[in-house]
């Protein structure tokens, strides 16, 4: 690929993102950097990657309101591939407006990045982040003890979609991504592009964003770590199905290689399972300081037997299973809020 769009560069993922980006292709390759806004992250970026912007390699184009009708055109000229990490989050609000503007904003954010990606005559792969809990229903699937794979759809109806912001979160993923397969199979033969939809787990680890800032209200993992094992007398529950930031990031990268990823998928992946009992105690046995902030893992707290499983094959083919495993995954979030406090 010689030219990259890349959305989402001011978040937790799509920092990652951007710096691997910079780092694991060719010098020739050129990445365009889409940001909400400039005044907010442009200063931290041209700190950081002075030199590739001064050289052209690195463009930062801001784009306030992505729902805007051909907001990315223009963006698209001379690109070969697209990673759209950018994603509208719920916040505590969940009224009827509140659930209808995020809801809307995925849509019509998707639906900008496929019309344009068409009408360009360049691009070529479009991928796109997704998430696990497009795959399975939160929080009952979770503990049916079956087994789910990338052909399962979570059967959420937008009925039950302002329940929780998980559950807003969960139904904006799942039908955006189904909405994006009918834009496809509507248009099958008429566009020059394939799709890949990447279904991340929780994502953890290390953050390059702008301001970083843990926060025990936000979803994610890093906030999942913060919130359940911080600051309380026993310990919650934490989602278990986990990767590294890093590693979601290198599936990403190498999502572009269409010789070696078959395009027009949906890839389902994680490292592995953490529990917060495991987690608990290896913070506290690799931080006594922390031990009067971080209880001791408890009764109820380790996986549950029936935790469901998943089928994972397809994607292991194609992007290994060699990753950074829990405790690395962990230790790094834990260290970035310490940093921060």
Not at 133 to 143: E, G, H, I
Request: charged letters at 20%; aromatic letters at 8%.
């Amino acid at each position: 690929m010689s030219s990259i769009l890349l959305t989402g560069a001011s978040g937790n993922l799509g920092a990652a993102l951007l710096d691997q980006l910079l780092t694991a292709t060719p010098s020739t390759t050129k990445i365009n950097a889409v940001l909400r806004s400039l005044a907010k992250t442009g200063a931290h970026l041209q700190s950081r990657y002075g030199s590739d912007i001064s050289s052209g390699r690195l463009t930062l184009t801001e784009i306030p309101d992505m729902t805007v009708p051909g907001a990315f055109d223009a963006s698209l000229r001379g690109v070969d591939a697209i990673i759209h990490a950018a994603t509208p989050l719920p916040g505590s609000d969940l009224s009827p407006e509140a659930v209808e503007a995020i809801v809307g904003a995925t849509y019509a954010i998707n639906d900008n990045m496929l019309s344009a990606a068409a009408k360009s005559g360049c691009v070529k792969r479009v991928i796109i982040t997704g998430s696990i809990v497009s795959v399975l229903q939160l929080p009952d699937d979770m503990t049916s003890g079956k087994t789910y794979s990338d052909a399962d759809f979570n059967p959420i109806t937008r009925e039950q979609a302002p329940t929780s912001g998980a559950s807003l979160y969960s139904y904006s993923k799942v039908s955006s991504e189904q909405r994006c397969w009918a834009w496809m199979e509507e248009r099958k033969g008429e566009v020059g592009f394939d799709l890949v939809f990447l279904l991340a787990p929780s994502i953890m680890g290390r953050s390059l964003e702008a301001g970083f800032k843990p926060s025990k209200t936000l979803l994610g993992g890093v906030s999942g770590v913060y919130r359940e094992l911080f600051d309380r007398e026993t310990v919650g529950f934490m989602f278990p199905y986990f990767m590294d930031v890093d590693d979601v990031a290198a599936i990403h990268i190498k999502a572009l290689d269409s010789s070696k990823v078959p395009g027009n998928e949906r890839y389902l992946f994680f490292d592995g399972v953490v529990s917060s009992n495991e987690a608990a105690n290896k913070i506290r046995e690799a931080y006594p300081q922390l031990r009067d902030r971080v209880p001791e893992g408890g009764e109820g707290k380790g996986l549950p037997p029936t935790l469901a499983q998943f089928d994972i094959s397809k994607a292991e083919k194609v992007f290994g299973n060699q990753w950074k495993g829990w405790w690395k995954t962990v230790d790094a979030s834990v260290k970035d809020i310490l940093e921060y406090e």
